[in-house]
């Protein structure tokens, strides 16, 4: 069941960018999360999401070639993690150690990764109401309140305002019901 923007904004028509915060993933990784990104389920759904984010990005790159040859194989194994996909170089000019849960976080690849972050955050802390909020630029993970459940823009250093404005602030975002996954070209 899909909210209107109407719906949503009532409930959240006193809330300010400030308001936001990302969930601590890197205090719960090794303990609860790794183990559920590990797990069948959450494999199956990261295998199903990302192998249409790799042919989305062959198309794209062929469709930009002249004369396409391929030097890569075009083809995201089960085996594979999100980080080798990544396209961007952003790894290399942070300071610091990586995030426990690096391997799962691709530059431009929120879209793909929210089904799997939605399920992993439903099983691991069922006492909030998760659901996916996405709009043209971002797809997250949110508790209905002020937490996003957010791989990507929490490594990214993406501040929770930006997220906030991109998503559950923006007037064209889209709410998906308790449970339903979004649905990827």
């Known amino acids: 069941?899909?909210?209107?923007?109407?719906?949503?904004?009532?409930?959240?028509?006193?809330?300010?960018?400030?308001?936001?915060?990302?969930?601590?993933?890197?205090?719960?990784?090794?303990?609860?999360?790794k183990p559920l990104f590990e797990s069948a389920a959450i494999q199956e759904q990261l295998f199903q999401d990302f192998s249409k984010h790799v042919n989305n990005r062959k198309r794209r790159?062929?469709?930009?070639?002249?004369?396409?040859?391929?030097?890569?194989?075009?083809?995201?194994d089960r085996a594979d993690k999100p980080?080798?996909?990544?396209?961007?170089?952003?790894?290399?000019?942070?300071?610091?150690?990586?995030?426990s849960f690096d391997?799962?976080?691709?530059?431009?690849?929120c879209h793909c990764i929210v089904n799997s972050l939605l399920i992993a955050a439903r099983i691991?802390?069922?006492?909030?109401?998760?659901?996916?909020?996405?709009?043209?630029?971002?797809?997250t993970v949110w508790d209905q309140d002020c937490t996003f459940f957010d791989m990507n823009y929490?490594?990214?250093?993406?501040?929770?305002?930006?997220?906030?404005?991109?998503?559950v602030l923006h007037p064209d975002a889209e709410f998906l019901g308790m449970g339903e996954l979004l649905e990827l070209p």
């Open 103 to 109: 391997e799962y976080v691709c530059y431009g690849a």
């Open 124 to 139: 691991a802390f069922p006492n909030r109401p998760w659901i996916i909020v996405s709009g043209q630029r971002h797809s």
């Open 83 to 99: 980080k080798k996909w990544d396209p961007s170089d952003w790894r290399y000019t942070r300071n610091g150690r990586p995030f």
């Open 61 to 76: 790159f062929n469709a930009t070639m002249s004369n396409p040859v391929h030097h890569r194989t075009w083809c995201f």
């Open 154 to 167: 929490f490594a990214l250093k993406v501040s929770p305002e930006v997220c906030a404005i991109e998503t």
């Open 1 to 33: 069941m899909r909210y209107s923007t109407y719906e949503v904004q009532a409930d959240r028509i006193n809330r300010s960018p400030s308001d936001f915060r990302y969930f601590d993933i890197g205090r719960y990784w090794n303990k609860v999360l």
